[in-house]
């Protein structure tokens, strides 16, 4: 555990208890509406994903089992090809919820959020013959790939626009490209990162020691949906913080 909390740190969220968490008019909207469509990001390790057969797994599809559960619901599998095909979906009606998000102030505008239940350290992937000590602005004139429409490509247009990125469609794109030789470095979560080396064997790649920065993540809803993100956040604060620790410890693995 004292290593899985070096890498996503747990946010404090009120534990509520109950028959039903809902108010009345929350639980006539929530049946109204059963069950909540989910598009997860298919391939975010180990927050959202699906695995080789096909199966979603991750931190954020246990969470959510635990909040239709608590909440008295069901939630739909809604499946995308791409990260930037489920903000899509999200926008046009299509999803309900998204999860595993970091707020950008593009996002506010067609987004509303959950408080934060974790936060999670992002750092560059490189090959093992980089320079430890290298640093991002040592890069400007370097290949650096970030996934489209991540957080983390706002990130780096927001506070280093002199870094002309490249954009990939996936962690593992961005990473095998930097196995090749093809880019640099690989901008991405260290938890994310980790998990898609390990299933790819990428041994020759490892991450750089320094933390770029740290971003919170949540669920989401449509900004036309308020009533859904309060339902939402009582469902989050319905799962006892150990619980979501044994959560994240297991599925990480670390």
């Not at 002199?162 to 880019?183: D, H, K, N, Y």
């Not at 064997?201 to 859904?228: C, D, E, G, K």
Request: charged content about 20%.
């Amino acid at each position: 555990m004292k290593r899985l909390l070096a890498i996503v740190m747990l946010y404090a969220l009120p534990v509520l208890a109950g028959p039903d968490l809902l108010t009345p008019e929350e639980r006539v909207w929530l049946d109204q509406h059963s069950p909540l469509r989910y598009a997860p990001d298919p391939a975010f390790p180990p927050f959202e994903y699906f695995d080789s057969e096909g199966r979603l797994a991750g931190i954020t599809p246990e969470l959510l089992s635990i909040v239709a559960s608590n909440l008295g619901t069901r939630i739909e599998v809604v499946r995308l090809p791409t990260w930037s095909e489920v903000l899509v979906a999200i926008q046009d009606g299509r999803a309900d919820l998204i999860g595993s998000v970091v707020k950008t102030p593009e996002r506010e505008t067609y987004l509303l959020f959950t408080r934060p239940y974790g936060e999670v350290p992002y750092g560059l992937f490189v090959g093992k013959d980089m320079p430890r000590d290298t640093t991002l602005k040592q890069l400007y004139a370097a290949r650096v790939g970030v996934v489209r429409n991540y957080g983390a490509h706002a990130w780096l247009t927001q506070h280093h626009p002199g870094l002309p990125s490249i954009p990939v469609e996936t962690t593992r794109e961005g990473l095998l490209l930097v196995a090749v030789g093809q880019l640099d470095a690989m901008l991405e979560t260290l938890p994310v990162g980790r998990q898609v080396i390990e299933d790819l064997s990428l041994f020759n790649l490892t991450h750089l020691p320094q933390v770029l920065y740290t971003t919170p993540q949540h669920l989401a809803v449509s900004i036309r949906q308020p009533i859904l993100l309060g339902i939402l956040q009582k469902g989050l604060n319905s799962i006892p913080p150990a619980r979501r620790a044994a959560i994240m410890d297991q599925a990480t693995g670390y």
